[in-house]
């Protein structure tokens, strides 16, 4: 089973590309990590969200800072660059996206009206 849960702070504002098929972001979640000793208390994990879902946290959630809880997979994918040398990444593909903040500590960006609040339910 690969099923991935978390909620973690964004870590800078996304932008959304478009590719032929459907509309694209990613975007870095830090999440906490109380194990770490190295002073930093976060990992920072890469995330990926596709077609309505990246829509959903542009217009939302886009904001540096909010907390964002995200459920996904895992999934590892390598590449080879154009000097040959091989990359890899590790990236949550993401599912669903929710709300972890109070909307009194997050920008203007998430101010909904009544009607879109009503309908994301």
């Not at 542009?58 to 907390?67: A, E, F, P, W």
Request: proline letters at 2%.
């Amino acid at each position: 089973m690969n099923v991935w849960n978390g909620i973690g702070r964004v870590v800078k504002e996304a932008e959304i590309r478009e590719t032929a098929n459907t509309k694209l972001i990613n975007f870095t979640l830090a999440v906490d990590n109380p194990f770490k000793k190295d002073g930093n208390k976060a990992d920072f994990l890469n995330c990926v969200a596709f077609g309505k879902t990246a829509e959903f946290f542009d217009k939302y959630l886009n904001v540096k800072g909010l907390r964002v809880g995200v459920t996904g997979s895992i999934q590892t994918r390598t590449w080879e660059d154009k000097e040959g040398k091989k990359h890899n990444a590790v990236e949550i593909m993401v599912n669903n996206l929710y709300f972890a903040d109070a909307k009194a500590n997050t920008s203007p960006k998430y101010e909904t009206s009544s009607e879109e609040e009503f309908s994301l339910l």
